[in-house]
């Protein structure tokens, strides 16, 4: 969670983009408690924006409700998705698995009325043993995790050489009948591809001036309009081709998977690239249940 760039559905399509905590897009200082706190905040406050995929992911979790779920929660950050899950399992014992202290302290405070279900560990998800580091603490520690989940934390793992790995690990802790979900963001895929979803995208907020205005925008003004917003203040946004408004969908420069290939190692992070890594690390199925442009919620079962 700590490695989070923008949450799903925090905004309307068409709103100008938030600027991260301090003014600094792009930039996060995990280890700095109030940037850590201005972020919670901002993040709490749109935290309904983000049920639907919340309560998907419990819906997809192979375990009676009224049986006690153990879970771990991989870059758990201040403990949402924890807290949704702990909700629908009134039995569920939980470990927060992340980064960053401050947030972890966040966390500690925001899941006090649930300390006894809950154990917190510092841990380097970039580094091989955090995820064993993990499966060893709480009272039930050693057992495998009939869970393991995780929210818009592993698509900033550096170097992408390390994902098929980070999987390896997460398999190994999950017990027999059980899952990893992966609420996440994917590296960009082919051109073409990219052209689609931006597509989809102008004419989703098309149809949301419609019925706010009474008045359907053109096509040409609303895809300037998100150009200028991925291109950010003061940057000339990404040309269309001539005769086609969206064959070139706006990219993030240096971002992984940007074009289908990033600087990052060189792997592209699509979904098919974590759909086959998944079932390299031996998870028995892996699927993707639901997608919005960059936004993924995949899994991967025993």
Same mark, same amino acid.
């Not at 996060?28 to 850590?36: E, G, I, L, P």
């Not at 809950?118 to 998800?125: E, H, I, P, R």
């Given at each position: 969670?700590?490695?989070?760039?923008?949450?799903?559905?925090?905004?309307?399509?068409?709103?100008?983009?938030?600027?991260?905590?301090?003014?600094?897009?792009?930039?996060?200082?995990?280890?700095?408690?109030?940037?850590?706190?201005?972020?919670?905040?901002?993040?709490?406050?749109?935290?309904?924006?983000?049920?639907?995929?919340?309560?998907?992911?419990?819906?997809?979790?192979?375990?009676?409700?009224?049986?006690?779920?153990?879970?771990?929660?991989?870059?758990?950050?201040?403990?949402?998705?924890?807290?949704?899950?702990?909700?629908?399992?009134?039995?569920?014992?939980?470990?927060?698995?992340?980064?960053?202290?401050?947030?972890?302290?966040?966390?500690?405070?925001?899941?006090?009325?649930?300390?006894?279900?809950?154990?917190?560990?510092?841990?380097?998800?970039?580094?091989?043993?955090?995820?064993?580091?993990?499966?060893?603490?709480?009272?039930?520690?050693?057992?495998?995790?009939?869970?393991?989940?995780?929210?818009?934390?592993?698509?900033? &793992? +550096?170097? =992408?050489?390390?994902?098929? /790995?980070?999987?390896?690990?997460?398999?190994?802790?999950? !017990?027999?009948? $059980?899952? *990893?979900?992966?609420?996440?963001?994917?590296?960009?895929?082919?051109?073409?591809?990219?052209?689609?979803?931006?597509?989809?995208?102008?004419?989703?907020?098309?149809?949301?001036?419609?019925?706010?205005?009474?008045?359907?925008?053109?096509?040409?003004?609303?895809?300037?309009?998100?150009?200028?917003?991925?291109?950010?203040?003061?940057?000339?946004?990404?040309?269309?081709?001539?005769?086609?408004?969206?064959?070139?969908?706006?990219?993030?420069?240096?971002?992984?998977?940007?074009?289908?290939?990033?600087?990052?190692?060189?792997?592209?992070?699509?979904?098919?690239?974590?759909?086959?890594? &998944? +079932?390299? =690390?031996?998870?028995?199925? /892996?699927?993707?249940?639901?997608?919005?442009?960059?936004? !993924?919620?995949? $899994?991967? *079962?025993?």
């Amino acid at each position: 969670m700590t490695s989070e760039t923008a949450p799903p559905g925090s905004q309307p399509e068409d709103a100008a983009p938030a600027p991260a905590p301090g003014g600094h897009r792009g930039h996060h200082d995990w280890h700095s408690a109030a940037y850590v706190r201005d972020w919670v905040a901002d993040y709490e406050g749109r935290a309904a924006d983000r049920w639907p995929q919340f309560e998907l992911l419990a819906d997809l979790v192979p375990h009676p409700t009224r049986r006690p779920l153990r879970f771990l929660d991989v870059g758990a950050g201040w403990g949402p998705l924890t807290r949704h899950l702990l909700g629908r399992y009134p039995d569920a014992s939980a470990v927060l698995l992340d980064f960053s202290a401050p947030m972890l302290a966040e966390a500690r405070a925001r899941l006090a009325g649930d300390a006894d279900r809950v154990t917190l560990v510092t841990g380097d998800l970039s580094q091989p043993g955090a995820i064993a580091a993990a499966a060893a603490a709480g009272p039930a520690g050693g057992t495998p995790f009939d869970a393991v989940v995780s929210s818009l934390c592993v698509h900033n &793992l +550096r170097p =992408a050489q390390r994902v098929p /790995a980070l999987y390896r690990e997460i398999r190994e802790v999950v !017990a027999p009948g $059980g899952c *990893f979900l992966n609420l996440d963001l994917l590296g960009g895929a082919t051109p073409p591809v990219q052209a689609a979803w931006h597509r989809a995208r102008v004419e989703r907020v098309r149809r949301q001036r419609l019925t706010e205005t009474g008045t359907l925008p053109p096509f040409e003004e609303v895809d300037a309009a998100l150009r200028a917003r991925a291109a950010g203040p003061g940057a000339s946004p990404t040309p269309a081709p001539p005769g086609s408004p969206a064959a070139g969908a706006p990219g993030a420069p240096g971002e992984p998977g940007a074009g289908g290939r990033g600087a990052d190692g060189g792997l592209s992070r699509t979904l098919l690239d974590n759909l086959t890594w &998944l +079932r390299a =690390a031996g998870f028995d199925a /892996a699927e993707c249940f639901w997608r919005q442009d960059r936004q !993924a919620l995949i $899994g991967g *079962f025993r």
